[in-house]
């Protein structure tokens, strides 16, 4: 049975009930985090409690919880499923208000809501074949380093490629690549590592942090800088990552090889040494 966290209590999911006119569910007026468990610890927790803290500042939601309450919801949680592996979901919105109104409430309660998932280790074969993703063009706002709950352009974007039996779509605004519609992407040519630097424009992974992390301590050549979308079309390897997909060799863009076809020496370099670092964050 699932188990879920909503305004102070902890519930089994299927019972758990939030109004029609909370402004998550009117609005999308709501910001979320997703946080990766391995052998039951959190997975750079802080980071991701940083992220929903500068997210909620962003939409100007007060933070209900201190970084501490935060971590013991997290925990508590956690150990109310006996999969070892989970994905916890942290979704706070404005709240439920009485009458359907733009402009913000006075004085609402946030809602919180809080769940977990078990998190299916990635595919063998995923990991050894890669998987193929499409191109298209970025019409998200400009606000995409918020994680709100307003996920529509994202829902669609993703979409396409799975109308194309494709995992991921690749984003391009202005000719640039910005990220993939659930996902940071990341490009290597010629032995180098390519990342969008962060902006406006794509969500801070903390993934794609840990990923720049690993490739500065094992002395992987990287740029961070503007990556073309040629470039992309033209590059020797190609990965994303999130939370939960961890490094995920795309191998196929637009029914083009990437590269040679299959994951590249520097995306298997990084595969190992992202399990060697969670291994080690998380004893698991
Ligand atoms: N999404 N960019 C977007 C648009 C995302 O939705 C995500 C993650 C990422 C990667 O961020 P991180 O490494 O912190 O997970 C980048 C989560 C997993 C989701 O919406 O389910």
Sequence with gaps: MSIC????????????????MDRGFLFGDGVYEVIPVYGGRAFRLDAHLARLERSLAGIGIANPHSHAEWADLVQRLVAAHHWPTQAVYVQVTRGA??????????????????????????PAEQLERGVSAVSAADNRWLRCDLKTTALLANCLLRQLAVEQGCAETVLFRDGFLTEGS?????????GVLLAPPKSHLMLPGITCDVVLELAARHGQATEVR???????HAADELWLTSSTKEVLPI????????????????TLAMIDWFVQARREECGA
Aim: aromatic share 8%; glycine share 6%.
């Design 5 to 20: 966290y909503l305004n102070g209590g902890f519930v089994p999911r299927s019972e758990a009930r939030i109004s029609p």
């Design 97 to 122: 208000d009485t009458v359907r109104n733009h402009a913000f409430p006075q004085d609402l309660p946030p809602t919180v809501f809080m769940t977990a998932d078990a998190l299916a280790p990635i």
């Design 182 to 190: 659930a996902s940071n992407i990341f490009v290597v040519k010629n």
């Design 226 to 232: 503007e990556i073309r979308e040629e470039e992309v």
């Design 251 to 266: 191998t196929q863009l637009d029914d083009k090889p990437v590269g040679a076809g299959y994951p590249g020496p520097v």
